[in-house]
């Protein structure tokens, strides 16, 4: 007679090993899973104590476990209780989190050696686990592990005393441990009648260190505006209802925004805040939604939020977490249909974001007396633009006050820009016989250019009073070579701009390659760096020495003939008839200077081809005192000028953002 089970399925010993002892990443969150079944066993205080990591212990007070209980359901893995009809607890009617029943496996993922007390209708019992004599019997081919049965704990008169001994080595987060927790769930606290502590202290949505930092909240709907009352005033609501597959569903929480992304960042305390959380049945199920948006805008840095989304896990659907319970299944069409949802929200999200962050910037950059002074004085139909502008400058993450000072100052002189530019739009329907109109036009162009450079020449004079600072020299020469080619200023107040044509350039380069493999190897070895530019109508070459090198005059002389004679050839190529001036800096004297005389005869040589040399510290000294000269001549020269250097110094202690 053939047997009657041809085919028979066997769950090994392998699946512990699988589904706990390598499946969680972290003590977080194998501590939420301990934390969950106090939950779902109707406890009211469940207490941790970490001892520094050595031992850990989770006892609640609920309903506890007799020797029938703990083998047909604490042991029994994939024991599924909402499958035979435990949806709710007994005693409060909770819905119940745990889903597939291997949620306490995830102890082997932190500790080899896992004891368990409980105690309930008058019977208190215990039995050890260690992972060693399971494997032991994975290796044995055992058909089941039977843990070691211990003594009853007489200190425990109801619920449940799990102890974890024998920690595997991982690093360990006291602090972190608390926010962690605290983040993982949201019904932490008495108004759920469940309490937690850490090594004796109660776990609070405090700890979750959320609502001090936000600056505006929004809501689904009225849940939880109580629990934002002390740390803002600024709340707004969205909409809690989703369809899924033409049903309405409704999902809770918040999405809130912060004043700075710093206050978000990753830190040793609990990780980054930057996130949007999905929490079903008060647990965390999904750590971030965020992430997944591909948004990388500014606005995106400054969200936190949590969604509580109990649809995903009703009793009569599928489970929607992955095996993990760390995740959800992302493909599961009722997370797609809250994922898009909440992508929406999010951008409903950034327009207020942008609308509150610029009226506050605004506001805080008129309180500044010579700002309000100055808008005040705008044409009407330039007040909404230009407030625009100061509160995204108010909004931005900058390193100090003088940044955003600079900003402000900027964004005035845009600003008169845009004023003259539509007067000079205009200028056709201004009647010539009318000189009061233009005689103002041109007044207010002379007082824009003035302030304009004035802004610039005070800039510069910052840079370089940087520059003298420094005391070492080397470091000097260095910044100097970095900057030099490019800001022309350094060498002569009156080059405000730089340039030169590709063609031009090209041809430049090529005469002064040639002209350098002319030179002997020491002349080339002394050589740094050489440049070319335009300032107007003037050609400059520009040859950086090093600081250490020695020449003299003459060699030198015979040195930048051989630029002057390129630069000239390739002028006479473009037909150009143009000035050329050559400049050489030295970090020393050349050796033959020691008298005046010589240094006068050096001078009028090299002069003969509008060459000449500087050093590295003059450079400094004659820039500061052309600028400086400047600065203190013309201060308050204009009207616009007055105002802006009132922002830049007597104001700036009003400029920092609240």
């Not at 070691?148 to 704990?153: F, P, R, Y």
């Not at 999904?286 to 840095?301: P, V």
């Not at 309000?372 to 625009?388: I, N, S, V």
């Amino acid at each position: 007679m053939a047997d009657e089970h041809a085919y028979t399925m066997q769950v090994s010993l392998d699946a512990l090993k699988h589904l706990g002892i390598s499946l969680y990443s972290n003590i977080p969150t194998v501590l939420a899973e301990a934390v969950a079944n106090a939950w779902d066993a109707d406890a009211e205080s469940v207490e941790i104590r970490t001892d520094s990591g050595k031992t850990i212990t989770i006892q609640d007070d609920g309903s506890g476990m007799t020797v029938s209980d703990a083998n047909e359901k604490y042991l029994c893995v994939g024991y599924a209780r909402r499958e035979r009809g435990e949806t709710r607890t007994a005693r409060h009617g909770r819905p119940v989190m745990g889903r597939k029943g291997i949620g306490k496996l995830s102890l082997f993922s932190i500790a080899n050696t896992v004891t368990v007390h409980s105690v309930k209708d008058g019977e208190s019992h215990g039995f050890e686990m260690r992972v060693k004599d399971i494997e032991s019997a994975l290796r044995d081919k055992a058909p089941a592990y039977h843990p070691s049965k211990v003594g009853a704990a007489g200190d425990l008169e109801a619920g449940t005393r799990i102890t974890l001994t024998d920690i595997k080595p991982r690093t360990f987060y006291p602090k972190s441990l608390r926010k962690r927790l605290a983040r993982r769930f949201s019904i932490i606290g008495g108004a759920h009648q469940f309490e937690v502590s850490l090594d004796g202290t109660r776990i609070t949505a405090e700890d979750r260190n959320y609502h001090e930092k936000l600056q505006y909240v929004w809501l689904f709907g009225e849940n939880g505006r109580s629990e934002f009352s002390g740390a803002t005033s600024r709340t707004f609501r969205l909409d809690p209802e989703v369809e899924v597959d033409g049903i309405t569903e409704r999902v809770g929480g918040w999405i809130g925004t912060v004043e700075k992304p710093s206050q978000l960042e990753d830190d040793a305390s609990g990780g980054s805040l930057n996130r949007i959380a999905v929490l079903i049945r008060g647990k965390m199920a999904q750590e971030d939604m965020l992430g997944s948006f591909e948004d990388g805008g500014m606005h995106s840095k400054y969200v936190v939020g949590e969604i509580y989304a109990d649809f995903l896990d009703r009793d009569d659907m599928p489970d929607i977490a992955t095996t993990s319970r760390q995740l959800i299944i992302e493909d599961d069409p009722r997370y797609g249909a809250l994922k898009e949802k909440i992508r929406q929200d999010v951008k409903t999200v950034r327009a207020k974001w942008a609308e509150l962050r610029n009226e506050e910037g605004a506001k805080v950059a008129l309180d500044i007396p010579a700002i309000r002074e100055w808008f005040d004085g705008l044409p009407p139909r330039h007040r909404k633009p230009a407030k625009r502008v100061f509160g995204r400058i108010n909004a931005l993450a900058l390193d100090g006050d003088d940044e955003r000072r600079q900003l402000f100052v900027s964004g005035i002189l845009a600003f008169e820009n845009l004023k003259l530019r539509d007067m000079l739009d205009r200028l056709d329907d201004i009647d010539v016989s009318n000189l009061e109109v233009l005689a103002d036009l041109f007044l207010q162009i002379d007082d824009l250019e003035a302030s304009a450079y004035y802004q610039t020449t005070k800039t510069r004079l910052e840079v370089i009073k940087k520059f003298n600072d420094l005391r070492d020299q080397n470091a000097k020469e260095k910044i100097i070579q970095k900057h030099l080619f490019d800001h022309l200023w350094l060498l002569d107040p009156s080059w405000e701009r730089v340039s030169a044509s590709e063609v031009m350039e090209s041809g430049m380069k090529k005469a002064l390659d040639g002209a350098i493999e002319g030179l002997s190897d020491e002349e080339k070895r002394a050589r740094l760096d050489i440049k070319y530019r335009t300032t107007g109508s003037k050609h400059v070459i520009i040859e950086l020495k090093r600081p250490e090198a020695s020449t003299n005059a003459t060699e030198l002389f015979a040195q930048l003939r051989k630029y002057y004679d390129a630069t000239a050839k390739v002028l006479e190529g473009f037909g150009k008839e143009e000035s050329v001036e050559i400049i050489c800096v030295l970090g020393r004297p050349p050796k033959d200077w020691e008298k005046s005389s010589e240094r006068r005869i050096a001078n009028d040589i090299l002069g003969a081809i509008g060459a000449r040399i500087v050093f590295y510290n003059q450079l400094i000294e004659n820039a500061q005192k052309a600028y400086g000269d400047y600065v203190e001549k013309n201060e308050g020269i204009t009207r616009l000028a007055t105002l802006l250097s009132r922002i830049s110094k007597t104001d700036r202690d009003a400029i920092s953002p609240s």
